[in-house]
């Protein structure tokens, strides 16, 4: 049984109209946005005057919580945001779910496989269960990698609304990592587009030479992309045409993960 805290001890209850509830809806609008927002329009999700929501967010951003775009006045999840959702879903209770299928994944492919999540202008890796070949890669839960240069990552961009995805594009500083890397916006744009209609996405030693990658959305039951499982191999042992004949494994153990997962 929980343990009651001072509050339920002595039957009272957080006022709706608390700073600390308040604060909360605030938070709550700006993550659900698929967009950045601006004051009036969080003004209105959470029905508050505008001296109150802007009197919080500028706490909220003091703390690291929330940003303002660049050059703009819409705010949106800034790094720190970013770190508390990784880390609580690094810690989850339902891990032991997801580690099962991803193992299980693993026995049917036999190859690496990884749960990713978007964070900021990297993919955070969730969970990773290694193949037992010898050669293989080590990033651990916790490690990040560039969006723009892995499977994962250029199907999370394929999935942000256009102006987003300009704005990316635009400003964006696309390092070359590999040969094979996409390094210019316009033909990265292409690809993501292409990735959207597609609904997978591919990594053709894009951020590690010598590796490929295969993506697939996880969704949550609203249709929204939450997570990204995604197949690694060495193309010398596992070529990327070959590793794409396993999308519908990749699928099903997607859907596997969004049915047992609560996000």
């Given at each position: 049984?929980?343990?009651?805290?001072?509050?339920?001890?002595?039957?009272?209850?957080?006022?709706?109209?608390?700073?600390?509830?308040?604060?909360?809806?605030?938070?709550?609008?700006?993550?659900?946005?698929?967009?950045?927002?601006?004051?009036?329009?969080?003004?209105?999700?959470?029905?508050?005057?505008?001296?109150?929501?802007?009197?919080?967010?500028?706490?909220?951003?003091?703390?690291?919580?929330?940003?303002?775009?660049?050059?703009?006045?819409?705010?949106?999840?800034?790094?720190?945001?970013?770190?508390?959702?990784?880390?609580?879903?690094?810690?989850?209770?339902?891990?032991a779910a997801r580690r099962a299928v991803l193992e299980?994944?693993?026995?049917?492919?036999?190859?690496?496989?990884?749960?990713?999540?978007?964070?900021?202008?990297?993919?955070?890796?969730?969970?990773?269960?290694?193949?037992?070949?010898?050669?293989?890669?080590?990033?651990?839960?916790?490690?990040?990698?560039?969006?723009?240069?892995?499977?994962?990552?250029?199907?999370?961009?394929?999935?942000?609304?256009?102006?987003?995805?300009?704005?990316?594009?635009?400003?964006?500083?696309?390092?070359?990592?590999?040969?094979?890397?996409?390094?210019?916006?316009?033909?990265?744009?292409?690809?993501?587009?292409?990735?959207?209609?597609?609904?997978?996405?591919?990594?053709?030693?894009?951020?590690?030479?010598?590796?490929?990658?295969?993506?697939?959305?996880?969704?949550?039951?609203?249709?929204?992309?939450?997570?990204?499982?995604?197949?690694?191999?060495?193309?010398?042992?596992?070529?990327?045409?070959?590793?794409?004949?396993?999308?519908?494994?990749?699928?099903?153990?997607?859907?596997?993960?969004?049915?047992?997962?609560?996000?």
């Amino acid at each position: 049984m929980r343990p009651k805290d001072d509050s339920e001890a002595s039957g009272e209850q957080i006022p709706a109209g608390s700073a600390i509830v308040r604060t909360m809806d605030i938070l709550e609008a700006i993550v659900s946005s698929d967009v950045p927002l601006q004051l009036a329009e969080i003004c209105r999700k959470v029905d508050l005057p505008k001296p109150t929501v802007y009197r919080i967010l500028a706490t909220l951003e003091h703390s690291g919580l929330v940003g303002r775009e660049p050059g703009s006045k819409r705010y949106g999840c800034a790094e720190r945001m970013h770190q508390l959702a990784g880390n609580t879903l690094l810690r989850s209770t339902n891990r032991a779910a997801r580690r099962a299928v991803l193992e299980e994944l693993v026995e049917q492919i036999g190859e690496t496989c990884n749960l990713t999540i978007p964070n900021n202008n990297s993919v955070l890796y969730l969970d990773r269960v290694e193949t037992a070949w010898p050669l293989r890669v080590a990033l651990a839960a916790g490690s990040k990698v560039p969006l723009y240069a892995s499977a994962s990552g250029k199907l999370f961009l394929s999935a942000m609304p256009k102006r987003s995805r300009d704005r990316f594009l635009r400003v964006t500083p696309l390092i070359r990592h590999t040969p094979t890397t996409l390094v210019d916006p316009s033909v990265l744009g292409r690809e993501l587009e292409s990735i959207r209609s597609q609904g997978y996405s591919l990594d053709d030693a894009e951020y590690l030479a010598g590796i490929c990658c295969v993506a697939v959305p996880v969704r949550d039951s609203d249709g929204r992309l939450v997570a990204a499982l995604a197949v690694q191999a060495p193309s010398a042992r596992m070529p990327l045409p070959e590793l794409t004949k396993f999308l519908p494994e990749l699928r099903q153990a997607a859907d596997a993960i969004a049915q047992t997962v609560e996000w």
